[in-house]
């Protein structure tokens, strides 16, 4: 009988590479700090999901104003 | 200037005109006190410096942080923020808390769920020693042996003598984009500046537009500079030596916890949410003693290349008689003799004994302050 672990659970996952492509990783991480093909390609991806990740405006423009007038109070700004 | 750590700003602070409201309800709720250090995590992540973190973690993101150094959802995270609780602490999953700090209400908190921790893999994989020489260890063993996980809601500000250094990362980042700056250098310290941390700065300020001095403010080790001598003598060194334009200086109320290479990944993290799109890291960052490599803090970032801001790395700098400069091993050809290195430790005896020390190690100015103040150091 095979257990396997709920959905929510799994802490990794499979996909699919060219086998081509798998083998030049490999070479390619010889001798780095990569112990392996799928830590090389994790790390590749996070950069890049990061680099995407989306952005929401972090304050209106009446909390600007009110900030600004704070920070002029404190003698941050001119 | 870079997004926030997990893309938006959190802010859980009670608006002014609903805090009566919230008042009366934290009057009527089970209270758990919580000692200073908590109390400055918890502004910290209602004022979104802890960003995106909302509360005190869950179970799931704790053992991921413990583990991979991630939260749940991936993100890079270091340091577990976690709420204990004694063990009596009644197991009610879904309920509504008071926290307060010397008796007075600071926040509410939603308790999602109460769980139990292993304090001693806690101290080997965040400290990575179970020695109780080591602070953090050493305060693991007062902790209480449950964990409370969920979202919180600030009410009451602590109080605080530097109020006026306190800025959170909503208006860092304001006032960056007033002053017009699209690269901004984050320096993390704990100490009364000497040459070579100026010297650390302003290398640093040759490639990015701004300054960001961010002292952590709160509990510290005996010897190490009061609080107030800190931001007196920065406040001396940036009148003197820097241009206003390019340096900012602000606190960050924070509790050390010497966890080296985990912590300086957490204080970029920080530095990111304030605006900053580089960070310095010098030798021993975060570190106590010699429980960690003295460069293992710079190494550790080589697992995040998804952190979003750049770690600039540093070498130890000394000043070299014969240079007559501030220089690092990769600097400087001279031998041993002519090198006059910044340690602390040489700083405080100095102190101590009333003595200056010498222009090439420190500001004059930054000494006066220092004189002045009795006894700059935490006893």
């Not at chain 1, 802490?11 to 492509?21: A, D, R």
């Not at chain 2, 600097?331 to 700083?347: D, L, M, N, R």
Request: contains cysteine; proline residues 6%; aromatic residues 10%.
């Amino acid at each position: 009988m095979v257990f396997k672990l709920p959905e929510k659970d799994k802490k990794f996952t499979t996909v699919s590479i060219p086998t081509p492509l798998f083998k030049k990783i490999k070479e390619r991480i010889k001798d780095t700090g990569f112990t392996s093909v799928s830590s090389y390609v994790t790390y590749v991806l996070r950069e890049i999901v990061a680099e995407e990740e989306e952005e929401g405006e972090p304050f209106s423009k009446e909390d600007e104003e009110r900030i600004k007038q704070r920070l002029r109070a404190l003698g941050y700004l001119g | 200037m870079p997004k926030p750590h997990g893309g938006k700003l959190i802010n859980r602070e009670i608006a002014e005109r609903e805090k009566e409201k919230f008042l009366e309800q934290a009057s009527e709720l089970p209270t758990l006190n919580v000692e200073e250090g908590l109390a400055k995590d918890l502004e910290n992540i209602a004022k979104g410096v802890f960003s995106p973190l909302e509360g005190f973690l869950l179970e799931e993101d704790y053992f991921n942080v413990l583990n991979d150094k991630r939260l749940a959802n991936d993100l890079p995270w270091t340091l577990p923020i976690i709420l204990d609780a004694p063990s009596n602490f009644e197991k009610r999953n879904d309920d509504t808390i008071t926290l307060s700090y010397e008796n007075r209400p600071l926040a509410l908190m939603h308790v999602e769920e109460v769980y139990g921790y292993n304090k001693r893999e806690f101290a080997q994989k965040v400290y990575g020693t179970l020695d109780n020489i080591h602070p953090g260890v050493a305060k693991l063993k007062d902790m209480g042996d449950l964990l409370l996980g969920g979202k919180i809601d600030l009410i009451n500000e602590m109080k605080t003598p530097f109020s006026k250094y306190n800025l959170r990362p909503v208006e860092t980042r304001i006032l960056f984009k007033e002053k017009g700056w699209r690269t901004i250098v984050g320096f993390q310290t704990r100490n009364a500046p000497h040459q070579g941390h100026e010297y650390v700065q302003k290398t640093a300020l040759t490639f990015v537009d701004g300054v960001f001095i961010n002292p952590v403010i709160g509990k510290k080790k005996k010897g190490d500079f009061r609080d107030e001598v800190i931001l007196e003598a920065y406040d001396a060194l940036i009148k003197h030596y820097y241009l206003k334009d390019r340096a900012v200086i602000s606190i960050l109320p924070f509790e050390m916890r010497y966890a080296g290479p985990r912590e300086a990944i957490f204080h970029a993290i920080v530095r990111k949410n304030f605006g900053c799109t580089h960070f310095i890291v010098g030798r021993d960052h975060a570190g106590v003693g010699d429980f960690y490599p003295p460069y293992a803090a710079q190494d550790i970032f080589d697992e995040f290349p998804d952190l979003g801001i750049i770690p600039l790395f540093f070498k130890e700098f000394y000043y070299c008689k014969k240079c007559g400069g501030v220089v690092n091993e990769k600097t400087c050809p001279h031998e041993e003799e002519q090198c006059i290195k910044f340690s602390g430790t040489k700083i405080r005896e100095l102190f101590i004994r009333g003595q200056r020390p010498p222009e090439e190690m420190m500001r004059p100015e930054v000494t006066n302050i220092i004189l002045r103040s009795g006894n700059p150091f935490v006893e």
